[in-house]
């Protein structure tokens, strides 16, 4: 009898225990889950709208309203595509440019009007630092990528301008005489779909 009080005694010790644990996780997961907001799915549309964390939102590239936000309100705000570049996988997210901004990663909002349909975070050929324009900015941008281990544009291709399948320096010359001389527009085969065989290959950058 004495044994088997000791195990009852024992039991409601590891069942207790065991509540302890249970209850504590459940506390800590409360604690760490991120914040819940309308995530709007469709572009004036109220109808396909969850409450989602934001990055599971980002996952089904809707547009998050913020935290405690109410799905009734879907549709008026005033929003665009958001492209994201992060270790070098391009996602795009239709939202604010205040919330753009806040997005890990090199971020573009592409204005109010834009969407994230099929070339929506495809930059013009030559708009290597992806402003939305071919500028001497680029220019510059093309010498330091390949002169000064400058950081990598929006999409590589975008810098082969004379469209050979290399980086060099011709494609900064090119990219001048194209905004200064009126000479031929920028090429870059690997910005058209139809080159799937594409390769561009920058062996003229020893930086890593
Ligand atoms: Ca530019
Ligand atoms: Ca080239």
Same mark, same amino acid.
């Given at each position: ?8 005694? /024992? ?11 249970? !209850? ?70 239709? *939202? ?45 941008? !093309?010498?330091? /990528? ?9 999409? %590589? %291709? ?43 290959? *920058? *062996? ?5």
């Amino acid at each position: 009898m004495q044994i088997k009080n000791h195990n009852s005694v /024992l039991l409601t010790s590891v069942l207790l225990v065991g509540l302890l644990l249970i !209850s504590t996780t459940a506390l800590y997961a409360d604690d760490t889950r991120a914040p819940l907001g309308a995530c709007c799915m469709g572009m004036d549309t109220q109808d396909q709208c969850l409450y989602l964390e934001e990055d599971e939102c980002i996952m089904f590239e809707g547009f998050w309203l913020g935290e405690d936000s109410n799905c009734d309100d879907c549709g008026t705000e005033d929003y665009g595509a958001c492209c994201i570049k992060l270790n070098d996988n391009i996602t795009c997210l239709m *939202t604010t440019p205040e919330i753009c901004a806040t997005q890990l990663g090199w971020t573009v909002f592409r204005g109010y009007d834009t969407d994230c349909q099929e070339g929506g975070c495809i930059p013009d050929c030559g708009d290597l630092n992806f402003d939305g324009g071919v500028n001497i900015l680029d220019v510059l941008y !093309s010498i330091s /990528l390949i002169y000064k281990c400058g950081p990598r544009p929006f999409m %590589e %291709e975008t810098a082969d301008v004379d469209g050979n399948g290399y980086i060099s320096i011709l494609d900064a010359l090119y990219l001048i005489v194209a905004i200064y001389r009126d000479g031929p527009d920028p090429i870059c085969p690997g910005l058209q779909p139809t080159r799937c065989d594409y390769q561009l290959i *920058t *062996t003229t950058r020893d930086c890593e």
